[in-house]
């Protein structure tokens, strides 16, 4: 991808230790921006910019790197007393690509952000066989996390069965509500959003902390079911159901896990779904390397292979039903 990135923005650079690297100059007169607004974003995002490819050379390797510019010709050599300075920074590709995404000055950098958007979507749509809806199932957690949510589901809709006196709606109004509590959109929404088929199952796409949290909604509305029909030695009727899922919703200890779970839904189907969903869009983050790694890396793996890869596994949960 880097690579490929590098081949579309066509910016000239050194060749230095056998990979392109950029003067702040070069940098600079790329994004149409000064050399002291470079020094800047430098200042303020210094430990990132360091982590992802900036450097400062010195003594040999400052020496060397003049030696390139004499042997390149590189017109911007002359730039900032290169010749007298006893360092240089110097930006290397992903460097280059990480300022991009901070400088917010810059009509270069905001279109090279989204020319990042579109080659990123269209690798993901490579590796995962020309669609990202399923993503999510590259996970080595997705597995575990699915069977076991299937049988929490299980409690769920048994407790709904018979401690709740409804038609068949409550079945798909108390999953809607749940849904709405842990991502504020319902089914209906959430399918429209992420562009689903009418065959494509919600709960495959979900990824795995969301689904353990499905899981811990599902299991402990059906215990508070459970001790409400015990108490009241009948079937709870709608309104009651209402009110217990308000108290059953506000218990503190959600807050965290709803507060990341929203984070990791919004941030990673914006980057790997290119798919924004607006009530949570105050959420959206950068994702980090080891999302991409998690999702798109060595460890991911398609879903066939995670079966058969996981067939003790879901030997041992379906016994436990």
Same mark, same amino acid.
């Given at each position: 991808?880097?690579?490929?990135?590098?081949?579309i923005?066509?910016?000239?650079?050194?060749?230095?230790e056998?990979?392109?690297?950029?003067?702040?100059?070069?940098?600079?007169?790329?994004?149409?921006?000064?050399?002291?607004?470079?020094?800047?974003?430098l200042? #303020?995002?210094?430990?990132?910019?360091?982590?992802?490819?900036y450097?400062?050379? #010195?003594?040999? $390797?400052? #020496?060397?790197?003049?030696?390139?510019?004499? @042997?390149?010709?590189?017109?911007?050599?002359?730039? %900032?007393?290169?010749?007298?300075?006893?360092?240089? %920074?110097?930006?290397?590709?992903?460097a280059?690509?990480?300022? @991009?995404?901070?400088?917010?000055?810059?009509?270069?950098?905001?279109?090279?952000?989204?020319?990042?958007?579109?080659?990123?979507?269209?690798?993901?749509?490579?590796?995962?066989?020309?669609?990202?809806?399923?993503?999510?199932?590259?996970?080595?957690?997705?597995?575990?996390?699915?069977?076991?949510?299937?049988?929490?589901?299980?409690?769920?809709?048994?407790?709904? $069965?018979?401690?709740?006196?409804?038609g068949?709606f409550?079945?798909?109004?108390?999953?809607?509500?749940?849904?709405?509590?842990?991502?504020?959109?319902?089914?209906?929404?959430?399918?429209?959003?992420?562009?689903?088929?009418?065959?494509? =199952?919600?709960?495959?796409?979900?990824?795995?902390?969301?689904?353990?949290?499905?899981?811990?909604?599902?299991?402990?509305?059906?215990?508070?079911?459970?001790?409400?029909?015990?108490?009241?030695?009948?079937?709870?009727?709608?309104?009651?159901?209402?009110? /217990?899922?308000?108290?059953?919703?506000?218990? @503190?200890?959600?807050?965290?896990?709803i507060?990341?779970?929203?984070?990791?839904?919004?941030s990673?189907?914006?980057?790997?779904?290119?798919?924004?969903?607006?009530?949570?869009?105050?959420?959206?983050?950068?994702?980090?390397?080891?999302?991409?790694?998690?999702? /798109?890396?060595?460890?991911? =793996?398609?879903?066939?292979?995670?079966?058969?890869?996981?067939?003790?596994?879901?030997?041992?949960?379906?016994?436990?039903?």
């Amino acid at each position: 991808m880097l690579t490929e990135l590098e081949k579309i923005s066509n910016i000239q650079g050194i060749v230095f230790e056998g990979k392109t690297v950029l003067l702040k100059e070069q940098v600079a007169r790329f994004f149409e921006v000064s050399s002291r607004t470079v020094e800047s974003y430098l200042a #303020k995002n210094e430990q990132e910019l360091l982590e992802n490819g900036y450097e400062v050379l #010195k003594g040999k $390797r400052l #020496k060397s790197l003049k030696i390139s510019l004499d @042997a390149q010709d590189v017109p911007e050599a002359g730039f %900032g007393n290169i010749g007298k300075s006893p360092q240089l %920074g110097v930006f290397d590709f992903r460097a280059f690509l990480n300022l @991009a995404m901070l400088l917010q000055e810059s009509e270069r950098a905001r279109l090279l952000r989204q020319t990042i958007l579109d080659v990123l979507i269209d690798t993901i749509n490579q590796r995962t066989g020309g669609g990202t809806r399923y993503i999510n199932q590259r996970d080595e957690d997705f597995i575990v996390s699915y069977f076991e949510e299937e049988n929490y589901r299980k409690e769920f809709t048994d407790a709904l $069965r018979d401690y709740v006196a409804m038609g068949q709606f409550k079945y798909p109004l108390y999953t809607d509500k749940i849904y709405r509590s842990i991502f504020r959109e319902n089914t209906r929404e959430y399918r429209k959003i992420l562009r689903l088929h009418a065959k494509d =199952k919600v709960r495959d796409t979900f990824y795995s902390e969301i689904l353990d949290l499905v899981a811990s909604y599902e299991y402990g509305f059906a215990k508070a079911l459970e001790a409400a029909f015990e108490k009241l030695g009948r079937q709870l009727i709608a309104l009651e159901v209402d009110r /217990l899922f308000a108290e059953f919703e506000s218990q @503190a200890h959600w807050k965290p896990l709803i507060n990341k779970a929203r984070q990791k839904m919004a941030s990673r189907d914006l980057a790997f779904r290119d798919a924004l969903h607006h009530q949570l869009k105050e959420y959206v983050t950068p994702v980090g390397r080891e999302e991409f790694e998690r999702f /798109l890396g060595e460890k991911s =793996k398609e879903l066939a292979e995670r079966l058969e890869e996981a067939k003790d596994v879901m030997k041992r949960l379906k016994e436990r039903e």
